[in-house]
């Protein structure tokens, strides 16, 4: 399996680190072409606005990229305003940075895990396709609509890899 992490603007780096760990050989996909060669991708965080506007610049079209994509914060946000996973996100929901935080998310196979959720945007609604696999109280910060996954929080910032490991499993699935 290669994985490869759009390495345009982010965390993406932190990504290919954490993936390192589970021996998952990465590529950094700056351009389009790239696509081909790789059996899922991760759009990291970082800033949504610039992260779309070099997708575009780029001329990425990842509507046609039919394989399994996993989307952290301003990752997230990207997949939703591109829709490629049918959520309404809204940005910075907790405040400036200086309300970012770090807490417990569970997720629904029972484990938990740390989530750092920095500038995070919320799921602020959700249809019955999107299946929930995280909740930080109340609120879904990781979810899945067929073969796309979001968080809304950064798992590529710990040292956990559970989060990767799903995305992962669904790759094997596809
Ligand atoms: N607030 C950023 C945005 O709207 C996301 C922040 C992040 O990825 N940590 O793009």
Redesign the pocket.
């Known amino acids: 399996m290669k994985l490869g992490i759009l390495a345009l603007q982010?965390?993406f780096h932190e990504h290919i680190s954490l993936l390192k760990k589970l021996d998952v050989e990465t590529i950094q996909i700056k351009l389009p072409e790239q696509l081909n060669e790789i059996d899922g991708l991760i759009i990291?965080?970082?800033?949504?606005?610039?992260?779309l506007q070099l997708l575009e610049k780029y001329k990425f079209n990842l509507k046609e990229f039919n394989k399994a994509i996993f989307g952290?914060?301003?990752?997230?946000?990207?997949l939703a305003e591109l829709g490629l996973i049918d959520v309404k996100i809204e940005?910075?929901a907790y405040g400036c940075q200086l309300y970012?935080f770090v807490d417990d998310v569970l997720l629904e196979n029972g484990d938990k895990v740390r989530g750092v959720?920095?500038?995070?945007?919320k799921i602020i609604n959700l249809n019955d396709e999107i299946e929930i696999l995280g909740k930080h109280n109340e609120d879904p910060v990781l979810v899945k609509q067929n073969n796309i996954m979001v968080a809304t929080f950064?798992p590529e910032l710990t040292k956990e890899t559970k989060v990767h490991e799903l995305f992962l499993g669904m790759i094997k699935e596809n």
């Open positions: 982010g965390s990291p965080g970082g800033e949504s606005t610039t992260i952290t914060c301003a990752g997230c946000i990207v940005r910075n970012s959720f920095i500038r995070a945007p950064h």
